[in-house]
């Protein structure tokens, strides 16, 4: 059985992060990149609050340079998808997709998050032929289009952003009277002539025969309102990806780790967007897998 001293599980800026660190230790981390090597950011069209680049970067570029960095200083960076983990002290047993096994002393769980969907059953009938929670892969397929973002945070307005350079009519659908996204987005959602907001409409069922045509929407909580539409982009936030954990590990309510829960001393570590309901930022998930790799290094050192 192959044994390592750390394995990290994740490819966001917290993995790679963490394997920048541990790496530099020398102490050989290997890290399991997951189902989206990058993680969740490698899907936002660009990057411009990461500091250090005045100008805004793209995410392939930002995780590509996290990734060779940490594989410089000697991380070993695999494919493969973590399928389970069993937690014992100092020889932990992780199973990846294709089959194979590993141990490690620690293990620093940076699994990220995934895009929550609406959950209604015409969401799913549409997944792919019209409804998408990813502009920037889709987008593009509905070029001279009409289309509408669910949501009213930052991803719904880079979302809308992103479309309305592709699309001349761009609904948001807001449940709430207000956006909940950051000033600086607000403003430019709401300067775009391309942008139309609907605010207090909630989506009741998206409709159409062989692909989207349309959206039933709910405006204050008593009318009914037909939205013709061609595609739907569904951007209401995220729910981290802790499932395989639940048993062993301890999760609040909405499935974030608990970090005050988890004992440093049996060198198991989180960090990311899977253990902050709060602060989802590349900046933040990046100084967390900072701080995973420290306690890492101190649990391996004794
Ligand atoms: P948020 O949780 O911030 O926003 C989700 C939005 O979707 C809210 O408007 C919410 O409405 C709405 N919503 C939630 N559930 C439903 C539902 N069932 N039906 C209709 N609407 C719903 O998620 P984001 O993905 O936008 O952002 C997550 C985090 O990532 C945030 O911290 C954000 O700041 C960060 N981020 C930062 C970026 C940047 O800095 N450039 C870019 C993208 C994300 P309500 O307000 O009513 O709850």
Do not use: W
């Amino acid at each position: 059985m192959e044994k390592a001293k750390c394995v990290i599980i994740g490819s966001g800026p917290a993995g790679y992060t963490a394997a920048i660190y541990v790496a530099r230790a020398n102490l050989q981390p290997v890290l399991y990149q997951g189902p989206q090597p990058g993680g969740q950011l490698m899907i936002t069209p660009t990057i411009e609050n990461y500091p250090g680049f005045a100008d805004a970067i793209d995410p392939f570029t930002l995780l590509n340079a996290m990734c060779e960095q940490a594989k410089k200083y000697g991380a070993d960076i695999r494919e493969g998808i973590v399928k389970e983990v069993k937690f014992e002290k100092n020889n932990n047993l992780i199973t990846i997709d294709d089959g194979s096994q590993i141990t490690a002393q620690c293990v620093i769980i940076a699994t990220g998050a995934s895009a929550k969907f609406l959950g209604l059953p015409s969401e799913k009938q549409f997944m792919g032929k019209g409804v998408s929670a990813c502009a920037t892969c889709d987008g593009f397929f509905f070029r001279g289009k009409t289309v509408a973002v669910v949501g009213g945070g930052d991803t719904a307005c880079e979302e809308a952003l992103y479309l309305a350079n592709l699309c001349p009519k761009v609904y948001m659908i807001v449940r709430k009277p207000f956006l909940r996204a950051s000033q600086i987005l607000q403003d430019r959602v709401k300067n775009n002539p391309n942008i139309t907001i609907l605010f207090e409409h909630v989506t009741q069922e998206i409709v159409g025969n062989e692909k989207v045509e349309g959206v039933k929407l709910l405006y204050q909580n008593e009318k009914m309102v037909d939205l013709p539409i061609d595609g739907l982009f569904i951007a209401i936030g995220h729910h981290p990806n802790t499932q395989m954990f639940g048993s062993q590990l301890p999760l609040d309510a909405d499935g974030y780790f608990i970090k005050e829960k988890l004992d440093k001393a049996n060198g198991i570590f989180v960090a990311g967007d899977c253990s902050e309901p709060h602060y989802k930022q590349a900046v933040i998930a990046a100084g967390e897998g900072c701080k995973s790799a420290l306690d890492a290094i101190e649990f391996l050192k004794q």
